[in-house]
């Protein structure tokens, strides 16, 4: 529920903590769902990362976030409101900057720029959360080298499909080390 700027700025301590005690190792970020959009903005502004895997990572924040909040949600938050949610994964408390903070970043710009440092694209086909889509989108956005995986029948936390996502990420991960 953090904003994505505390996210990123989270990811970029542990990043340079990683590196001053793994200096001579390769980095691979994962980043799943929002926390693929932070580790996108990290890896975009760090050199030292080796490569990125996006698991189900959206590209179009205010999409996925009309999307998973519902418009009347999203508006009520555009206008200022805090929202308090609960659901199966308990109680979460939106502030507007939650959404207000999506303007700081251009996913797809990033994207547009990443060059030369592998990308792992995996993404469940029936993502009701972040379009599959924007799965699609990122990976033509992105230079080379790329892989995008969609996995048949996958939800966004690929239920029932997990072992099929890291089993790509192993085998991804295993040709680049």
Known sequence: ?????????????????????????KIFLLGRSLGGAAALVAASRSAYITGLVLWAAPNDLQATFRNALGAEAYNALSAGQTLYLND?????????????????????????NWRKRPLLILHG?????????????????????????IINGGDHSFTNHGNKAAAEVVGWLKDRL
Request: cysteine-free.
């Open 1 to 25: 529920s953090q904003i994505l700027s505390k996210q990123v700025e989270e990811l970029e301590a542990v990043l340079a903590y990683v590196r001053l005690k793994f200096s001579a190792g």
């Open 88 to 112: 199966e994964r308990g109680e979460l408390t939106l502030t507007p900057d939650f959404i207000t903070d999506f303007a700081k970043y251009d996913l797809q710009g990033i994207l547009r």
């Open 125 to 149: 086909e029936k993502d009701e959360t972040v379009a599959v889509d924007q799965a699609r989108l990122t990976f033509a956005l992105a230079g080379v080298p790329k892989k995008l995986v």
